[in-house]
């Protein structure tokens, strides 16, 4: 198994491993590590069915499943991100986020394996949580100690959000749901340590799922929010990974934010999901 640094703030990709086949403890507790220390894992040249999808994703975690998109027929936890070549809505996912931080135990990882990649556009992004905190001016690092951030999926999935019933109608590729659950708030520190690594880190973003900061003003949320993801954004905690057909890509929901990106009109992209607790 050969592990490679990618050139930019955290991925690794990972040679040498056929993820068809059944691993060995040794070599789940190596993906395992590196998993930790990269928080994105790309496998590239896999030749994977659901039933490997799921196999492998059971290594890291229990199944987690997704609330507001339904798994595929004859599956309970696979979920296929679609897009059309014709499609014309919003791209989605495209804001920076952390898979369901909404919930009170959020999923450790998702786990995504391209079918059909187009050959251009579509790049996933990912922000290092562990270094937006190790690089942060201690200024703003102060005016974040002890904050616990609200989380809600209400933005994007209840029925007046994004994704709610303005786009009931929407061509899309894929079917997205929505509910009032999505109202329903959940809280977490903004810095906290990672429950595994023990690590600590940013967690969270606005427009991704955070939706106030608790026992602060609101003006005093609104300038904290803005201040952090200004921060959080910056190029040098990024990393842009390119897709191929083929290619798994596991990231840690625990250390990094990530968001979807264009590009690639005229042309059907298709992945399959787990997410894992």
Sequence with gaps: MKIT?????????????????????????QLRAAWLDHHVLVFPKQEL???????FSQYFGSFAGDPYF???????????????????TPIFADAWHSDWSFRAEPPA????????????????DFINLHK????????????????IAQHSAKLAYAPDGLYGEREKDAKRGMKILYSEDAYDVETHPIIRKHPESGKEGVFGTIFG?????????????????????NWQTRAEF???HEWEAGMLVMWDNRSVLHKANGGYEGHERILHRVVIN
């Design 132 to 147: 937006v905190l190790d690089d942060m001016p201690a200024d703003l690092r102060v005016r974040l100690e002890g904050k």
């Design 70 to 88: 339904p798994p595929i027929e004859g599956r309970k936890y696979v979920a296929e991100l679609r897009r059309a070549a014709d499609e014309t």
């Design 109 to 124: 990882g998702t786990i995504l394996y391209g079918l059909k990649i187009p050959p251009v556009g579509g790049n996933t």
């Design 209 to 229: 799922y955070i939706v106030g900061i608790e026992d602060t003003s609101p003006e005093e949320e609104q300038k904290l929010m803005e201040d952090l993801y």
């Design 49 to 55: 069915s659901d039933d490997d999808l799921e196999r």
């Design 5 to 29: 640094k990618s050139n930019g703030a955290c991925g690794a990709s990972v040679e040498g491993v056929d993820l068809s086949q059944e691993l060995s403890q040794e070599q789940v507790e």
């Design 238 to 240: 990024q990393y842009s």
